[in-house]
Each structure stands twice: as C-alpha cells, then as structure tokens.
C-alpha cells in the first residue's frame, strides 16, 4: 500500500516538472519567425530610372532670371500732394538712363485741388518739384488776377525730365531735368481767354511786363534756381525753375 502511494506521488511530481518546463519553453520561443527578404531581381524592367534627359525639359537660364526680376520690390517714396489730391497725376516706374534717373517720378497733369490749372502737356518730375509748383502755381494765379483780371487755366512748359547736360551742351554739369528736378515755363492761359509767352511778354509794356517781372521775383523766393531772359540766351523764352543743390549747404540760390 505505501509503495503504491510513493509511486503515484512520483508520477504526479513527474507530470507537473515536464508541464513546467513545456510552459518555460513556450515562453522562450519566439513569437514569429522572420521571414527572408526575396532579393529584387535586377534583369527587371519595372522602376527602371530614366535619364536625367527624359525627366523633362530643364528651363533655360534666360526665363529664371526673367521670373526673379519680374518678382523683385520696387522701392519707392509716397508723394504727399499727389496722395492729398493737391496734383492730378500718378506714380510711376523709376527712371535710370547713365547718370540721369529718379527713384519715384510723378507725371503730372494739373496743379491744385479746387481749382486746378491744366498743363498744355502732362510733366514728369519728382515730388519736391511738384510740391514747389503747387504753391507757385497759386502765387502765378494771384498775379494774373492782379495783372489781367482772371486766374489762370493752362501752363505750356518747355523740358520736364530729360537725361541731358546744362544747356544741351556736350561737356560740363548734368542738368538738373536729368533727375526730374526742373520744369520750364513758356506760356500762360488765363480763364478769360487772353494768353502770354515769356519771349514776348518779358520786354513788353503795361500789364504783360509787369506781370512776368512779379513772377520772376516770387519764382526766385521758392526755388533754387531761376533763370530767365535775363540769364542767357537758353532761356530766352522759358522761365527755368528747379531746385538742385547750390553752395556747400546747399541753401544758396541762383535768380538771373
């Protein structure tokens, strides 16, 4: 009887020793086995690489350059008579020639905002000029009541911008219209019909002479340089105005 219960005691502890070492060995197995990467087959034609040729046409050089330039800023400044109305006219795309150019040119049609006064011609000139003239403008219009009875309604100017030397000339100093910084003044149209000219009217009598004279004086008042008849013989029948830069400060002013 004893040796029968030592032995099934033995069969029992055998049993469980072998299903502990079966679980312990599932435990170490591994989970999946990892299987082999099928090598690609290199005589294949599929993902063949095309040459760099059959990738497409490349642009040419020429229309990057184009887009670039197309795409690039233009810095420019804001006019404040243009912006307030005080001048009919707009902004438009910088000016570079040589030496002669203006970063924010105004091409300009009249002068004043109640009451403007029509150029015979649009000007081109920059935004200090434009100032300028606004405010001679309304002085001209208070001589011509004074002189002639009646505002005036219409400038004819000679040379706006225009890259050249003083004078037309072939050698000396860039002209001052070559940066957009002169007008010059031929002619006046006033609203009741009557016009004058510089050429006739600066040596004429009564109200005609006295009324180019005045104008003279208050031209050399606002701006830089003046000249007229009296000048010389370039001016004979214009009245230049500008405001380029005279003495070390840059204050002094030419009136001829």
């Known amino acids: 009887m004893s040796f029968i219960r030592i032995w ?6 055998t049993v469980a020793v072998n299903a502990a070492v079966t679980q312990e060995a599932k435990h170490d197995l591994p989970q999946r086995v990892p299987v082999p990467v099928e090598r690609p087959d290199t005589k294949s034609s599929v993902g063949k690489i095309k040459p ?7 642009s040419p050089p020429g229309e990057v350059l184009r887009a670039a330039k197309k795409d690039e800023r233009i810095y420019q400044v804001a006019c404040p008579v243009l912006m307030s109305g ?10 570079k020639e040589n030496n002669c150019g203006e970063q924010s040119p105004l091409k300009i049609n009249a002068f004043g905002k109640e009451t403007p006064v029509r150029l015979a011609a649009p000007v081109i000139i920059n935004c200090a000029m434009a100032t300028a003239l606004v405010e001679w ?6 001589l011509a009541q004074k002189h002639y009875h009646s505002p005036i309604k219409k400038i004819v100017t ?31 149209t006033f609203e009741n019909g009557k016009t004058t000219e510089l050429k006739s009217g600066w040596n ?10 005045d104008l003279h004086k208050a031209s050399c008042k606002r701006f830089m340089t003046v000249i007229g008849p009296d000048g010389d013989a370039a001016h004979e029948n214009n009245l230049h105005l500008d405001l380029g830069c005279h003495g070390k400060d840059c204050m002094a002013r030419i009136c001829q």
């Open 52 to 58: 760099a040729e059959e990738a497409g046409p490349i």
């Open 158 to 188: 000679g040379s706006d911008y225009q890259c050249r030397r003083v004078n037309n000339g072939s050698s000396g100093r860039t002209s001052e219209h070559a940066f957009a910084n002169a007008l010059d003044i031929i002619s006046f």
């Open 137 to 142: 403008t309304a002085n001209v219009s208070a």
């Open 204 to 213: 004429a009598k009564g109200a005609e002479k006295a009324f180019w004279r």
């Open 86 to 95: 005080e001048i009919d006219g707009t902004l438009i795309p910088p000016l």
């Open 8 to 13: 099934m005691i033995a069969a029992f502890s």
